[in-house]
């Protein structure tokens, strides 16, 4: 049975210390590893980079309280991947529809960057994470470095998948399809880089691959 890193996770010294600080600074926060969001038997897996401090950090679930989940669960409710109201707290009722969400690493990070350590450290979960979704057809990665940790965790060859907005690659390994989108970040949208159409494109497609897959 997968299980979300304990409390006590101490892998990565720089992401324990920023813990400890938050600690302190808002005493109410999670401020622990984060769990995923949405039932293992799901046949899509979407994968975020990492917490954000007064999002996920704070509400111990993924994008939520954040920008990115402001852009992303909207969009699965409209394609028939989500229903409820998403009320930006864990106690919302808001509910994934065949769809579990996750992060590459689990520990909110200093300025919303993850280090290359600290995902292979993070990694082991992920690994178990999949393994424990039997019905896996379809995994989103949302930006590059998770694009990254999906296929290290896969034991895929990076250089053989080339992260690429809407690319869609089929694992030889495993089967699994790798569909890429840039990530839904505040700073994305707000730099044109990605907009709400685009990523509405992404999931309307992400629909049909997991019906036709
Ligand atoms: N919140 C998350 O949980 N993950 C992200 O990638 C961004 C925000």
Known sequence: MFECPSFECVKCPRLVEFRAQ??????TYHNAP???????????????????????NQTNRPFTNDYAGDILY??????????????KVKNDGFELINVRVSNAVRCVPPQNKVTADEVKACRPYLQAEIAAMPNLKIILSLGAVSHGAVLQAL?????AYKFAHG???KLDKNGLIL????????YNINTGVLTEQMFDAIVARLKELVKNA
Do not use: M, W
Not at 22 to 27: A, I, L, M, T, V
Not at 34 to 54: K, T
């Open 22 to 27: 938050n600690k302190q600074k808002f005493p």
């Open 34 to 56: 984060v769990e995923s969001f949405g039932a293992l038997n799901a046949e899509i897996l979407v994968v975020g980079l990492a917490p954000g401090l007064n999002g996920a």
């Open 74 to 87: 909207p969009a699965l409710k409209k394609y028939g991947l989500a229903r409820g109201n998403y009320g």
């Open 155 to 159: 034991g895929c060859k990076k250089s």
């Open 167 to 169: 690319a869609e690659h």
């Open 179 to 186: 569909l890429d989108s840039y990530h839904t970040s505040r």
